[in-house]
């Protein structure tokens, strides 16, 4: 009997995820939205003590790998491509996972996949709110400051703010806490993310 042919899974390094990114999406924004959460996955790695920091980064970075191409098909077509590059299934299952009870059943049970499930819209929410302060920056930006514009339902309507609120209960941490871990995640790449302003 032949043996069957058997595929190598790669831990793809940093650089190659980037790539790997920027193959499937060229949008700005979307880049910037990708490096931001990547950001904060890193941010949460290190203040959670987590051994394997950078496996936090790249799902981060990658979460979005389908979006610009196959938006109706978003986190099934991650799935394809992700696969296609021979990436690892906890890899795989981590990014899709961040769809879950969206665009996808793959069900977040990490603490790494509750993580990026919370914090993936919650991003998007703190750099607009960011960007309509006088100096453009998220380098001065408070809690306070998102919690108010979190009640304004209007404001980023696009913003699924139950999904924060049920990701927050997952990993059993304060909403304050958690945006407030987040803008310290976003600020370390300000500049790279559009968001250092006038400051």
Excluded at 70 to 97: F, G, M, W
Aim: charged share 30%; aromatic share 6%.
């Amino acid at each position: 009997m032949k043996e069957a042919f058997r595929v190598e899974q790669t831990i793809p390094t940093r650089d190659q995820a980037y790539d790997l990114l920027t193959k499937y999406n060229k949008t700005d924004s979307l880049i910037m939205h990708a490096l931001a959460v990547e950001a904060v996955m890193l941010h949460f790695a290190e203040i959670l003590g987590e051994a394997d920091k950078e496996k936090w980064g790249i799902i981060g970075l990658l979460h979005d790998v389908d979006y610009e191409m196959y938006p109706e098909q978003h986190c099934t077509k991650a799935r394809e491509i992700l696969t296609e590059h021979n990436l690892p299934e906890d890899y795989i299952h981590a990014v899709q996972s961040h769809g879950w009870g969206l665009c996808c059943n793959v069900e977040p049970i990490q603490r790494m996949e509750k993580l990026l499930f919370t914090i993936d819209e919650l991003t998007g929410l703190i750099a607009a709110t960011a960007l309509l302060r006088p100096s453009k920056s998220i380098l001065d930006l408070e809690v306070k400051s998102v919690k108010k514009k979190w009640k304004q339902k209007s404001f980023a309507a696009g913003v699924n703010r139950e999904v924060i609120e049920q990701g927050a209960k997952m990993l059993e941490m304060e909403l304050d806490y958690i945006i407030g871990e987040t803008i310290k995640g976003m600020q370390s790449v300000a500049e790279r993310i559009g968001l250092k302003g006038q400051l």
